[in-house]
């Protein structure tokens, strides 16, 4: 069974940094993308960051030369680094992995996993 489990998070002042990580069980490791959304209080999810199975990267805009994407296939583990945050960073981030079969991944039909969400929290 596929799970994902995220850590890293915490309280920062705004300008600091932090790095979150997502360790994946039970799944070939981003064999059909992985990434992060995140969640401010009171909004919806919002996405934030893709790494492709093929290694392409992509950022929202609010994030873009800020955060940094990357991942370790070795120790299975995703990773979001966060530079220059802002009190507007403060959300729940979740990472996901789409675990869709090859066949599907190559149809275009996802099978979406969720990590449990992990806060951080910028101050001003």
């Keep these: 069974q596929v799970h994902l489990v995220?850590?890293?998070?915490?309280?920062?002042q705004a300008g600091g940094s932090l790095k979150l990580s997502c360790?994946?069980?039970?799944?070939?490791f981003n064999s059909c993308g992985m990434g992060w959304f995140r969640q401010p209080p009171g909004k919806a999810r919002e996405w934030v960051s893709t790494l492709t199975e093929y290694g392409a990267i992509?950022?929202?805009d609010s994030v873009k030369g800020r955060f940094t994407i990357s991942e370790?296939?070795?120790?299975?583990?995703?990773?979001?680094?966060?530079?220059?945050?802002?009190?507007e960073d403060t959300a729940v981030y979740y990472c996901y992995a789409d675990a869709a079969s090859p066949k599907d991944c190559a149809d275009?039909?996802?099978d979406f996993v969720w990590g449990q969400?992990?806060?951080v929290t910028v101050s001003s």
């Design 6 to 12: 995220e850590s890293g998070g915490g309280s920062v």
């Design 23 to 28: 360790r994946s069980f039970g799944y070939a």
């Design 58 to 60: 992509v950022y929202g």
């Design 72 to 87: 370790d296939k070795a120790k299975n583990t995703l990773y979001l680094e966060m530079n220059n945050l802002k009190t």
């Design 108 to 110: 275009g039909s996802p």
């Design 117 to 119: 969400g992990i806060q």
